[in-house]
């Protein structure tokens, strides 16, 4: 094998993504995963399994999100004080701290399944809002921790901006969240 082409994100640059290129490869049976010619399904069981750990890696940025944003809150002053004793921005931490906990009792639940085996299709609704609560939850924190900070939120001296890129990652990666809705109707509905 050789590796192709490493790709340059906008976002999630600790992570390399390369195209490998797989030429005169074999691969013996006892390597094999899953059942032959169920490849796509061993592949809804994987992602069913991923999902909660994507999920988790948003928790862990909106947690990062409101970290930063509170404790830049208690030393920014505005109008003689501190802007943490403003309301407003009271309101939008209590909402970051909210969701986050939401996000996190979805993507715990969801792990729990997954330790219990309960992987299959019948679940999938579980998992994908397990990662789409917490992908668009992630976003939602990371653009109201730059409005905490004001203009100091957009520049590159405050790790928000980097959040808010990365959060756009987690929104995409393992099916969007477009995708996620669709499987957790279809799953809901039966369809």
């Known amino acids: 094998f050789s590796i192709a082409k490493h790709e340059r994100k906008m976002g999630m640059r600790g992570i390399a993504t390369c195209m490998l290129n797989l030429d005169n490869v074999a691969i013996p049976l006892e390597n094999q995963v899953g059942e032959l010619n169920q490849g796509f399904k061993t592949a809804m069981v994987g992602f069913n399994q991923m999902r909660p750990a994507i999920g988790s890696r948003a928790v862990g940025l909106a947690q990062g999100c409101l970290d930063y944003a509170a404790n830049y809150a208690?030393?920014?002053?505005?109008?003689?004080?501190?802007?943490?004793?403003?309301?407003?921005?009271?309101?939008?931490?209590?909402?970051?701290?909210?969701?986050?906990?939401?996000?996190?009792?979805?993507?715990?639940?969801?792990?729990?399944?997954?330790?219990?085996?309960?992987?299959?299709?019948?679940?999938?609704?579980?998992?994908?809002?397990?990662?789409?609560?917490?992908?668009?939850?992630?976003?939602?924190?990371?653009?109201?921790?730059?409005?905490?900070?004001g203009g100091a939120g957009y520049m590159k001296d405050h790790p928000l901006e980097r959040f808010m890129r990365d959060a756009k990652q987690i929104q995409i990666v393992e099916g969007t969240s477009q995708i996620q809705r669709m499987i957790i109707a279809r799953n809901l509905l039966d369809l």
């Open 74 to 149: 208690k030393e920014r002053e505005a109008f003689g004080k501190p802007i943490a004793q403003h309301q407003a921005v009271q309101f939008m931490l209590a909402d970051m701290f909210m969701d986050i906990e939401a996000a996190r009792l979805l993507v715990y639940r969801a792990a729990a399944m997954v330790d219990a085996g309960q992987i299959g299709k019948e679940n999938a609704r579980y998992f994908s809002t397990a990662k789409t609560y917490a992908a668009d939850m992630a976003m939602k924190c990371a653009i109201d921790g730059i409005q905490v900070l």
